[in-house]
């Protein structure tokens, strides 16, 4: 807009100021605010001081990563850099990255929130903390929905409180954005709360979801990561294993990937001369497939080896798939990988 300076009176001034005003009032609530849905991931960042070294932040960091659809149907061996926040706007809340807890969770609301009846009421996804970055969790185990629920209940209470805190606040334009949004630490708002001061939704789950980096952090050079499980509520109170999904690890440079499972089970081959049998100690909701080729292509990416159907769904139990010899020919090598629905 141009404006003719030399014909503005006192009185025209006074409404252009106003104008100007109202502009930015209308830039700032088209700013990008926080949202979240049924069944998206929440991503909590907080640096609270509980571990007792020192480093401690006024502010709590949330992010949402969208649909748990996203990470249980990831191809299995794949990777998803996280995008949803950046490194600057986490550096931007925390002096830096050592004390510092994390922890991604979602459900599905133990009332039923519409969604896919694959994934029942009272689902749960969790992070389980590696103490050695290099050594898997012992699995979370299932519960009954009404144990399950309290655990949700947390969930839900931290995605209702920052949805509150996002239209009322829009505490820091320079880190909030639709994915991403800092809430002062403590307050009726924050995460806090919600997640208790040991990080299990305020005892509502039986285990600690938070990952909390060491001290030396920074400087160690190795990467937090904390192994992800879907939690399908049991007919019992107390249930089997949860469904591994993978494992998240958070870098020293403060982003976040997600692995998808990539752990092939160990298989136990024999033979009749009729049949060849391929059997694997299963995990309860892994979608199995028999993968094989010929000896001289082995070394090949076992995706361009030939895929036999059906599929087996794991149960916790041995399983096994058997083929004909004279339908894949002799002298072959088998491998198994293993995905979720």
Not at 236 to 265: C, D, K, R, V, W
Request: proline letters at 4%.
């Amino acid at each position: 807009m141009q404006i003719n300076y030399m014909k503005i009176k006192l009185y025209g001034m006074a409404g252009f100021l106003l104008s100007i005003a109202g502009s930015c009032a209308l830039l700032q609530s088209a700013q990008a605010q926080f949202t979240d849905n049924n069944r998206d991931l929440i991503l909590t960042f907080r640096q609270t001081g509980f571990d007792g070294n020192g480093n401690s932040s006024t502010r709590d960091f949330e992010v949402d990563l969208g649909q748990a659809s996203i990470y249980y149907g990831a191809a299995w061996g794949s990777s998803i850099p996280i995008t949803a926040y950046t490194t600057t706007q986490l550096g931007t809340l925390f002096n830096n990255f050592n004390d510092l807890s994390w922890s991604v969770g979602g459900c599905v609301d133990a009332d039923g929130d519409g969604g896919s009846a694959a994934k029942p009421d009272g689902t749960l996804w969790l992070t389980d903390p590696r103490a050695n970055p290099g050594t898997p969790s012992a699995a979370w185990g299932c519960r009954d929905i009404y144990s399950q629920a309290n655990g949700c209940q947390g969930i839900e209470t931290i995605m209702d409180n920052d949805g509150v805190d996002s239209q009322l606040y829009h505490s820091t334009a320079l880190v909030d954005t639709s994915t991403a949004l800092s809430i002062t630490a403590n307050t009726t708002w924050a995460p806090d709360s919600a997640l208790g001061a040991l990080g299990n939704y305020d005892g509502g789950f039986s285990g600690v979801v938070e990952n909390t980096t060491p001290h030396t952090f920074a400087t160690a050079g190795s990467p937090s990561r904390s192994d992800f499980y879907e939690l399908q509520p049991s007919a019992t109170l107390i249930g089997g294993p949860g469904t591994y999904l993978g494992y998240f690890q958070f870098g020293t440079n403060g982003s976040l990937t997600f692995y998808a499972q990539y752990t092939q089970p160990t298989l136990s081959i024999t033979s009749d001369g009729v049949n060849v049998y391929i059997s694997f100690a299963s995990t309860p909701g892994g979608i199995y497939t028999l993968y094989y080729t010929s000896v001289d292509n082995m070394t090949a990416p076992i995706s361009s080896w030939t895929a036999v159907s059906p599929t087996i769904t794991g149960n916790g139990s041995v399983q096994t798939f058997t083929q004909a010899i004279a339908l894949i020919g002799d002298g072959n090598v088998f491998s198994v990988g293993v995905s979720n629905p």
